[in-house]
T-cell receptor, first 113, second 112 residues
Framework: AQSVSQHNHHVILSEAASLELGCNYS??????LFWYVQYPGQHLQLLLKYFSGDPLVKGIKGFEAEFIKSKFSFNLRKPSVQWSDTAEYFCAVTRNSGYALNFGKGTSLLVTP | DGGITQSPKYLFRKEGQNVTLSCEQN?????MYWYRQDPGQGLRLIYY???????QKGDIAEGYSVSREKKESFPLTVTSAQKNPTAFYLC???????????FGDGTRLSIL
């Protein structure tokens, strides 16, 4: 079955630490990849996306992600986290023009001052 | 501002009752979606609709029903057949397949 795996369910970091959240998927063929973020009390919003081209994509608030096709991975990174990055992060995958978005189970990030 | 409006924010249901969750969008999106979010489970797709008068089952459609009579609206009915309806329900929309989805604020459904 097609699946999306996020390796870390809970992450705690101090401000200014670097962040990397893992995401792997099991789809074959062409995929569209997304990272969404859900800040406390807010709706889910798009952080960044990859459709094609440069495998290193940049999103909002200093986040970036790298698509490694051979590893079926789309890891999220940020060089220096802030307290305001405390949120839940979801990786999601869909086939190239598919409607069904398959989400990982999410990673809860807590950034301490 | 364009966006997705879900109502109500909180909903309580007695066992055996059907309840309908509202979702309206003014983004002129063709596609709309319903997801269920449970702690530690991520989001799971219930139903989606590519265009008006058309919809498809997602991964967990049992006990739910939808309609898409207007482009702007995609209500979800949680029927009494849904054995574990307590959850957070999210509605989303997009221009089409493979495109980023925009989400509403959600409706939290609880069983009394």
């Amino acid at each position: 079955a097609q699946s999306v795996s996020q390796h870390n369910h809970h992450v705690i970091l101090s401000e200014a630490a670097s962040l990397e959240l893992g995401c792997n998927y099991s789809y074959g063929g062409t995929v569209n990849l997304f990272w969404y973020v859900q800040y406390p009390g807010q709706h889910l919003q798009l952080l960044l996306k990859y459709f094609s081209g440069d495998p290193l994509v940049k999103g909002i608030k200093g986040f970036e992600a790298e698509f490694i096709k051979s590893k079926f991975s789309f890891n999220l990174r940020k060089p220096s986290v802030q307290w305001s990055d405390t949120a839940e992060y979801f990786c999601a995958v869909t086939r190239n023009s598919g409607y069904a978005l398959n989400f990982g189970k999410g990673t809860s990030l807590l950034v301490t001052p | 501002d364009g966006g997705i409006t879900q109502s109500p924010k909180y909903l309580f249901r007695k066992e055996g009752q059907n309840v309908t969750l509202s979702c309206e969008q003014n983004l002129n999106h063709d596609a709309m979606y319903w997801y269920r979010q449970d702690p530690g489970q991520g989001l799971r797709l219930i139903y989606y609709s590519q265009i008006v008068n058309d919809f498809q089952k997602g991964d967990i459609a049992e006990g739910y029903s939808v309609s898409r009579e207007k482009k702007e609206s995609f209500p979800l009915t949680v029927t009494s057949a849904q054995k574990n309806p307590t959850a957070f329900y999210l509605c989303a929309s997009s221009y089409g397949g493979g495109q980023p989805q925009h989400f509403g604020d959600g409706t939290r459904l609880s069983i009394l």
